[in-house]
């Protein structure tokens, strides 16, 4: 077996980006708000409630134009906290341009603040008042410090090849794909100039999907 190296892993991954782009872009467009009264209830209490380790007053909604695999313009719904916001905002701006889609962007009450419905449905998301996997801690998703992004084509990897949505099963093997986050690809380098950091780099279990201003 011929083993590739990073510099051709991550030359694969700019052509599959380039191959996606199409010729002409729309515009892209952002907006961060404070939440509306209406999307406080809305994520009260299966997001957030009290006791969560933020108040909803420290979450910003922000709003940003993306592509999704068929190359149409949507735009996008993403809680997160509102010193991280800004970059937020930049890193999709990254994406858009890079031609990364997304395959649908929706506020985990969505889901009933389920993090597992939330996978199934390929959602990208980012605040949840959640416990990290495994742990008894608060995730970075409590904090809104944390996005997971396609998560379908990048799951949670488990050593030996194991994941837990069977969508997710063609995607284990990190051949580069359209939505996929593999070193030197846009996804990674978008986040990577936030310097935010990714699962994906993690000993042992992989955590494909999941980006966070620290690392946890």
Same mark, same amino acid.
């Given at each position: =077996? !011929? #083993?590739? &190296?990073? /510099?051709?892993? *991550? ?49 910003? =909604? !922000? #709003?940003? &134009?993306? /592509?999704?695999? *068929? ?146």
């Amino acid at each position: =077996m !011929v #083993r590739m &190296t990073t /510099r051709a892993t *991550a030359l694969i991954a700019l052509l599959a980006s380039a191959a996606l782009a199409p010729t002409a872009l729309g515009a892209f467009s952002s907006s961060i708000s404070q939440l509306t009264p209406a999307e406080r209830k809305a994520m009260t209490p299966s997001a957030w409630r009290p006791g969560c380790p933020v108040g909803l007053a420290d979450l910003r =909604m !922000v #709003r940003v &134009t993306y /592509r999704d695999f *068929a190359g149409n313009d949507r735009t996008g719904r993403i809680v997160v906290h509102e010193d991280v916001a800004p970059a937020v905002t930049r890193i999709f701006r990254s994406l858009y341009r890079d031609g990364v889609p997304v395959r649908r962007m929706e506020p985990i009450e969505k889901y009933k603040g389920s993090d597992f419905n939330s996978i199934e449905a390929d959602n990208t998301s980012a605040f949840n008042c959640r416990k990290a996997t495994g742990s008894g801690r608060w995730s970075n998703h409590a904090y809104g410090t944390a996005i997971d992004i396609n998560p379908i084509e990048n799951p949670w990897v488990e050593p030996g090849g194991v994941v837990y949505h069977k969508a997710s099963r063609p995607y284990v093997k990190r051949t580069p794909r359209p939505g996929m986050a593999v070193e030197g690809g846009a996804l990674v380098r978008a986040f990577d100039r936030e310097g935010w950091e990714w699962g994906g780099r993690w000993s042992g279990t992989k955590d494909y999907q999941h980006f966070s201003n620290d690392g946890r």
